[in-house]
């Protein structure tokens, strides 16, 4: 009896002392010593990585030189442009080779489409010179233009060449930040890297836990989304 009594004690002190070893790993592991090499390797290591750029000097220089693996939120009054001006950099964005994945809770892919053929003619249409009128996004859904124009046809070839790196998602109700972070892992096992995310709008996506409260929920999908953005560095 006094052998097995023994033996016991020594078991739990074994079984103790593993526990408080696993507990100092775990709390090592957490310590900015234990990472501090990799972390500073990885610094190194991005000395030489390109920055995508906005297509907008003072944007880029604004943000630290261009775009982070990071989050952006682009906020304003509705009918400011924000859509608009998004639309730009992911085109000044896909003309860098870059892969962008526009996740769209709100408009449908014809209308981010048109918004982008109408800024296009826009840009190689010069009225100073031309007694026309720019078509609007609403020209282009209707049928409104002349196919064969030549600025249409320069317009087109712009955006078709920009467009092989625009990947445009209809999302609805049941989206959320599980599901992109699945598209996300689908395009880049396609593409063998992942995209830009672009998201329109935060406010109207779905949250994973419904709190009953739109601030909760958006400070939930906000901290998901910059989770992901981790993930994917």
Known sequence: LVNNTIDLIESIGTITGDI???KEEILKKDSCYFHLDSTINKFIMNKNRVIPSTGYKCLDDALGGGLYNSLYVVGGITGLGKT???LNIIENLAKQNLDVLFISLEMSREE??????????REVTDIRYKKSKYLTQKDIER????????DFQKALLNY?????????KEANYNYNTEKIRE???????????PP????????VLPCLKDYSDDKKN???NITELKRISREFD
């Open 20 to 22: 408080q070893q696993e």
């Open 84 to 86: 608009s001006i998004v």
């Open 112 to 121: 981010l489409i048109a918004k982008s053929m109408a800024r296009n003619v």
């Open 143 to 150: 049928g409104n233009f002349d196919v064969n124009n030549a």
């Open 160 to 168: 078709k060449e920009a467009s092989k790196h625009i990947f445009i």
């Open 183 to 193: 598209d996300i892992i689908n395009h880049k096992m396609l593409k063998g890297k």
């Open 196 to 203: 830009i995310l672009v998201l329109d709008y935060l406010q």
């Open 218 to 220: 958006i400070d939930f």
